[in-house]
Structure formats: C-alpha cells, structure tokens
C-alpha cells in the first residue's frame, strides 16, 4: 500500500459488543462494520451473535444487549464469513477505536473458524487522536464526536459506535493531510505509531539556509521550498512563518516520507507576507493550483465536495443533494463530506413541507397524496384539493431562510417538543431532538441572518491587521468568491479606495456564471471554514440585492470604526 492515496483506500471501521474483557475467554455479541472509501460512508454491516455465554447485568445495562435477545441471534460461523467479505476488496484497512481490543476478538472468532489469513492492516483512531490532538483534549468516541458535532445514535451498540468512529475517522483524513501532510496509506499505518523524536538530517547546503531562517518573519504568510534547480516544490501556508518553517529541521518534526523526502531537497527558501491566516489559506490554495509543486501535488487528488440544492427549473421546487453546482438552481454549501449534507437535508425533510419524490409537477396534476402529506411532510401540491402555489412558495422562502441561519423559529419549535417529550419520560425522543438542535447549530447557524446561497453571497470582510494598529484588511466577495483583497490605513485615502472597489466589485454589471470549478469551490470551503471558527475577530458586512453603493460604504466604515 506504499503509494495508495488516502481517499482511495478501502477503510472497514469495526466496533464489538462482548461478554467481557477477554478475547479468548469471552465472545463478541455484537458486530458492526461501516465501510469508507472516496471520502465516504459506502456501506453497513451488523449482526447480533449469539454468544453461548451469559451476558453479566452491567453488560447488559450498558449495551441493551440482553441474554433474551441474543437466544435466538445468528451463530458466529454464520456471521463471521459474511464480515469476513467486507475486507476481499484491495487495499482493505482494519479500523477501530483502541483497535486491539476489537481487532483480537475478531481474530479469535477467525482462528474457531478455521479461516486463515485475515491479517487486514489495522489502524487505530484512538492512536491518531492522541498524536493529533494536546493531552487535555479527552480522547473517547464520546468527546471526539462531541468536539465535531457527531450525532451518536445508540452509544455502546458497536452499530453506533462504529457509525461515530467512521465519521470520526473522515475528519482525521481531512486534517492528516491538510496539516500533517499526511497523503499515502503507508504514512497513515505509520503516523499511529510515530514516535516523538525522530532524526532529520540536515540538506545539503544547510548554512545557506540556515542563515536565511533567522530572518524569516514571526508574521502569517505563504512559504516557498526550491529544489537546486530553482524550481518549487512545495508551497506551504503558516499563522507564523519563522516557526512552521523552522519546524521542518527541528528533531521529531517528520511526519510522513513525502515530508522527509522534500526536507532532503530543499536548496532555498522564499515567502510573502499576507498580515493574516485567512489571506494565507487562500495564497497557498492559489499557488498550489497554479504551480503545482511537485510535493504538493504528489500522492494528493482534488476532492469534490458537496452542496444543498433548491431546484428552481420547477414549479414546485425541492432540495437535494449534489456534488456539481450549475447555473440552474439555489446551491448551499459546499459540506466537508457527504453524510453532514445528507443530515442537513433529513432535518428538512422532517421539518419542513417541500416535495419529496421525483415528481416534476407541472401545476395541473390530480394525485392522490402519498404517505408524506399524511405525516404533515409535504404540502401535496401533486394533489388539486391540497394544492396552494402561494403557501407553497412560502415553504421555499422557509427553507430558504433556515439554510440562511434564521433557524431561531424552529430550534424553538424543536426545543419544545423536546422539553415536552422529556416531561413524558420519552427519553430517546428527547435526546433525538436535542441532537438535530445541535446539528442545526453546528452545521448551519452562522448567526447572521443573511441570505446565504452562494450565487448570492456578497459580503465585505474586515480584519484587523496582525502588522499595525494603524492599518486593516479588507476582502470583497462576490458570489462567494475573493474578487479582490487590499490592506488600508485607517487615516489614509479610505473612503475613496472603498467606494472604487464597491463600484467596480459589485455594479460593475457583470454576471458571474454560477458553474463554479473545483478550485473555486476549494476556496469557497476554505473561506466559510475559516469565517466559522474565527470571523468573530473583525466584523462582516452582508450586501443585500437592493442596497446602493453610498449605503454599502457607510456601512464598511463603521465596522472599520468597530475595530479600533
């Protein structure tokens, strides 16, 4: 698996319910496998086992596994073929939370059955954990869903727990490669088990370089590495520069071959400056497209990435899923990954009345309304006696506005049904309500109550900037893409930089195209990342359709006014 690209690997997360703590003395009753490859949840596997041993009661209290309901369950050798198909695919990787414990009790069940070979490589997310994250970051499948707002349906079943796992299991991909420069499986099995010092020796030529470190600015920016032909290859981004490429000669700094194959040809070192994180993000995603730096680009592909769609080729539109944004319809996104859209688009399917199936009504029908009208999930505009072209756009408007982050109405909604449902003693109602609240808040409550879809996302961002109190940057996006950024001083020109730019960025009469490439959208992603976590440090100021230039202005110059 030495040049397997992360996200072409064949992932089997696997979680195991036992009777006890030994793999030889005790046996599994509950086996469950959530298959990821392509950045993706592809596939599911569970089963009850019979164990032919007694369930002791704490057991049984933890997990809801009774010694009733495994009487009748399948038999190991029935189950454990079946699992067992899971892992023919090439390039198949074992995956578990503290691995050893499921990965011995699955080998034993092999070794009854007489089945040889299952020798899958085995990675462990407990042991990533520990070497992604600080030591006061609780390291349980519990915390870790907790820290990226997981939903965990069935804590201590090994289906609920493998579900967290595999999608606990995709944020690590995401940030391996983003800030390990972690891109082939080899490195992956490694990574797990690096130790803390590792031995980097120093390129050729290091006294030049070494000089050339300590002057190096402690500022955000982009970095450059050369080869001894002058050619780059790799372009890097760092909240400091000075130590994120010092760090790359630093004993234990390795963290995969490609990085400590690059250390060993870097002949000279370049940078610029860009007073802050987010215009590094975004050089770096530039450069890296532009170039395409042979380290950058060795063993890493572009990913797509999908999006919340409001059809509006249709009279009655709907959302859906897609991973291709065109110039038909309303896109909201882009997710980090598939399964978080597909939990957005199950909260409005629950809550809000839009058509569900695949009809293209053309407003003329007479169907018998199906089972999603009779759950209050569809306004049944199929249906003449039910259809309401008005109430109906109003829905539209509706999802429109919670897509936006004006959920505040339904969360209330929500929040009462689950006070309501806690009052009855429905606790598992209640703690599935608490969790869409949650996913609602996480996902997408942006706290501004904007119109959010990207070919109409204008907005002006204003940063402070890291290098002087007297200056700030300002970013002016269009449809969601960076059009222009300039760094002001306070007590300059900057009435007379800021209406130009507003004139030439957003009346200039130009129509975008919404067909948006995968570098666009890259840099879409990494812009609403970044806004997500640290926006709070400057302040952003959303442009609705009908607002003048003068008013734009006014209001760009009192954020401005807000920093100081």
Known sequence: MENINIWDANFVVVDVETTGHSPTQNRMMDLAAIVVSDGEIQEEFHSLINPHQFIPPFIAQMTKITNE??????????????????????????????????????????????????????????????????????????????????????????????????????????????????????????????????????????????????????????????????????????????????????????????????SKHIRDISWEETNNELSALLLEARKIFELKPKYNTLGRRIRSFPFLKITTNEKFPKAEITFRPGEVGEYYGPFANKWIAEEVKEIIDRNFQLIKCDKNLKGNENIEPCIYFQMHQCLAPCSEAHRNSQEYSQEVVNVRNFLSGFADKLVSSLESKMYKYADDCEFEKANEIKYTIHSIKKVLNNGENFYNSIGDKNFVLILPNESSEKLVDIFFFRNSRLYFHQTVGKKGKINEIIATNIHKIYFNGIIDSKTLSKEEINEIKITNSWLALTKDNGRVVYIPKETDESTIGKLILSSINELE
Do not use: C, W
């Not at 595999?166 to 130790?195: C, G, M, P, R, S």
């Open 69 to 262: 309901s495994v009487f009748h369950a399948p038999e190991e050798r029935d189950v454990i073929p079946k699992f067992n198909e899971l892992f023919q695919k090439e390039n198949t990787i074992f995956v578990a939370h503290n691995a050893i414990f499921d990965f011995s009790f699955v080998s034993e069940a092999f070794k009854r059955l007489g089945i040889d070979g299952f020798q899958p490589p085995v990675l462990d997310t407990l042991k990533l954990a520990r070497r992604i994250f600080p030591e006061n970051q609780k390291k349980g499948v519990s915390s870790l869903a907790s820290l990226f707002g997981i939903k965990i349906r069935n804590r201590h079943s090994a289906l609920g727990d493998a579900q967290a796992t595999a999608k606990i299991l995709l944020y690590f991909l995401d940030l391996l490669e983003d800030e390990f420069e972690i891109a082939t499986v080899e490195d992956l099995l490694a990574f797990q088990n690096k130790k803390t010092q590792h031995y980097v020796a120093k390129p050729e030529k290091f006294e030049f370089i070494e000089s050339k470190l300590q002057t190096i600015p402690n500022e955000p920016g982009v970095y450059y590495f050369y080869n001894s032909r002058k050619e780059i290859i790799y372009v890097g981004k760092a909240k400091s520069l000075r130590r994120r490429v010092m760090n790359y000669f630093q004993p234990g700094s390795i963290s995969s071959s490609k990085t400590n194959a690059l």
